[in-house]
């Protein structure tokens, strides 16, 4: 637990050296704002549409696609680090298991859930 | 090699562990592989442009019936009935071996009686049967859970499977409302649950049912303060009141309702059907297991909880369904008041308690059943041939004059519903109210007796827009599937001629409660 100490200090270190490096540009730059310089930029024409569009539903699969195979992956990691002493009985469940996810991620495949047209 | 011997030991131990568990759970091992099977089987040929994309929700869902009956021959010709599985994770007895079949064939009627609909109402998702499937699943292994890990899990796998199922047809607004709201507060009533698992686990150390049962043996008469020196009492009633709550939610019970009747309204009416029929059998299941094995010796805790929610359920399942129009609200509304009834054979913890609800239980599947084969046919107006749904109460009347049949078959069971002496329902219900005399809960069958009075009221008032009301539209009922009509042919035999020869029933459902309580 002890080895966490330092990561901890790490941490605060590393957001002590993010926030002056971005409070530096703050001291020392010259800011002057006007209307061009502050509009949205779009290859410098002025906004054509609305900014709200049909949000895109492939988002959402890919994301809940990386969940589950995100947790597949959390599962796997013991099971990597255990397998000396789990032998074929220990291995074979896991296969089970991957079998399973496979079969879901044919599914997937099959539906055209990763397809971006 | 002094550190490999115990390693070499421990492997060859635990590759043999499992092979007789294995050997117990080939039903389920069977219908996991088949739903895996069905699955990669749809997917391949729905999306196969040499077939020209086929609609295979027929198809998959004979495949489906198919493999539950063979689970339930499996079930029935298993050669282990009772044995404790998997680290003491699942238990076999007659008792769930009973309840798995009931629940199989709950399902699998569920699925013929909805072929047809699904086809008329163009539903067409082949993973709406894979998801009963795997449902099914999730329930069997309910049944059959003997700690408060597979439990959860189990309870989580056919939930999820439901959350799915409720808000299947995406293009209607009340489906995706009862989806949402099924899962939210599903999700809501499993956290509450897993909390009193939580509570207990950590304030016994024993997540297993029977552990649970040796550790409180001889409790029962301790006062709540005191805390005997491994684990706090207090702490395990308040857990015992969390995992309640989760139990209510799920049966919907009130006053734990609140999200059926407008799930039930919502969500397709096959959906509706099996959610009616199917999860009260594995809840039940489960929970009696819980309560009578594991927290048996602190039933002052829970056996108050029970009777204060049975109490609720039967009166208000007997008022909130005298204002119903629309007839899945209705049947949801008179679910509730089954729920109610049900707790009282819960309430008696005994096993004359336990048979009675067992019973109960499958009169109102049945009965169920044949209220929703008749809904799933639908009905055809005269002036445009489209299949609609008998959506409003009102939708019936007349059915007497276009079909007399149907109509006789929905009056007997909602007289069996109502609880009316020649029918099943009738001596289920007496049955379940003579236990709770047995068991000292007098006031509880008195106040049984006098909601089932009242809920004859609405009940009979369907019968009487059945025979008396003339509609504004006449609508012709149409040819009833044949799926339909042969499941209404046998729950109305089953329903009408229960009182000629019960003994069969009596005695398989005492076997299964002398397998629990025992």
Redesign the interface.
């Known amino acids: 637990m002890i080895e966490f100490l330092g990561i901890f200090i790490y941490f605060f270190i590393a957001l002590a050296l993010s926030l002056i490096l971005l409070g530096v540009p703050y001291l020392v730059s010259i800011r002057r704002a006007d209307p061009e310089k502050i509009s949205a930029y779009e290859c410098g024409f002025d906004p054509f549409d609305d900014a709200r569009s049909q949000f895109d539903i492939q988002f959402y699969l890919v994301a809940i696609l990386f969940i589950i195979f995100d947790l597949e992956v959390a599962f796997l990691f013991p099971w990597a680090l255990t397998l000396s002493q789990n032998g074929f009985f220990g291995f074979w469940s896991m296969m089970l298991f991957l079998i399973i996810l496979t079969i879901g991620f044919v599914y997937e495949w099959r539906k055209g859930a990763l397809e971006w047209s | 090699m002094y550190l490999n011997q115990p390693?070499y030991n421990?492997?060859s131990f635990?590759?043999f562990l499992f092979e007789n568990d294995y050997l117990a759970l080939i039903p389920e091992i069977f219908l996991i592989s088949a739903g895996?099977f069905l699955?990669?089987y749809g997917?391949?040929f729905s999306?196969s442009s040499t077939y020209n994309f086929p609609i295979l929700s027929t198809n998959i869902g004979w495949f489906v019936i198919l493999t539950f009956i063979y689970t339930i021959l499996l079930i029935y010709n298993a050669e282990i009935n009772n044995a404790i599985l998997l680290y003491n994770t699942l238990v076999i007895d007659d008792f769930t071996q009973f309840i798995k079949i009931c629940c199989l064939l709950a399902s699998a009627v569920t699925i013929l009686i909805s072929l047809d609909y699904l086809k008329a109402k163009s539903l067409n998702a082949f993973e709406s049967m894979i998801l009963i499937l795997l449902a099914t699943v999730g329930m069997l292994f309910l049944i059959s859970s003997a700690d408060f890990i597979s439990l959860y899990l189990t309870i989580e796998l056919q939930s999820l499977a439901f959350y799915v199922l409720a808000a299947l047809k995406r293009n209607s607004e009340f489906s995706t409302e009862a989806g949402i709201k099924y899962f939210l507060l599903g999700a809501f009533s499993s956290g509450l649950l897993l909390f009193g698992c939580s509570l207990i686990y950590g304030f016994t150390g024993t997540i297993s049912f029977s552990e649970c049962a040796k550790l409180f043996a001889g409790t029962a008469g301790l006062s709540e303060s005191i805390s005997t020196s491994t684990f706090s009492i207090p702490a395990c009633q308040l857990g015992i009141i969390f995992l309640l709550t989760g139990f209510l939610f799920k049966i919907a019970a009130a006053p734990f309702h609140m999200w059926s009747p407008d799930v039930y309204e919502g969500a397709p009416t096959p959906v509706t059907t099996f959610f009616t029929v199917t999860p009260k059998l594995a809840f039940f299941a489960a929970f009696l297991r819980l309560f009578l094995e594991g927290f048996y010796d602190l039933i002052d805790t829970w056996q108050t909880v029970i009777i204060i929610s049975s109490s609720i359920s039967m009166i208000l399942g007997a008022f909130a369904a005298l204002t119903q129009n629309k007839i899945k609200r209705f049947l949801a509304f008179s679910s509730i008041s089954h729920a109610g009834y049900l707790l009282v054979g819960f309430a008696c913890a005994s096993i004359e308690g336990v048979q009675s609800l067992l019973l109960y239980l499958i009169v109102y599947i049945v009965m169920n059943i044949a209220v929703f084969a008749i809904i799933l046919s639908g009905t055809r107006h005269t002036k445009n041939h489209t299949l609609s749904q008998i959506k409003y109460i009102t939708d019936l009347a007349y059915l007497a004059k276009t079909n007399p049949l149907i109509a006789i078959t929905f009056t007997i069971t909602m007289f069996s519903m109502a609880g009316i002496p020649p029918f099943a329902g009738f001596y289920s219900k007496a049955f379940l109210f003579f236990s709770a005399l047995s068991s000292n809960l007098g006031l509880l069958a008195i106040l049984g007796i006098l909601t089932s009075v009242l809920t004859c009221f609405y009940y009979i008032r369907l019968i009487r827009i059945m025979y008396f009301s003339i509609p504004k539209t006449w609508c012709n009922s149409v040819r009833i599937p044949r799926g339909n009509a042969y499941i209404l042919a046998l729950s109305f035999y089953f329903l009408t001629f229960f009182i000629f020869y019960p003994a069969p029933l009596y005695l398989v459902v005492h076997k299964a409660a002398l397998a629990l309580c025992i």
């Open positions: 390693i421990q492997v635990s590759s895996i699955l990669v997917c391949i999306t």
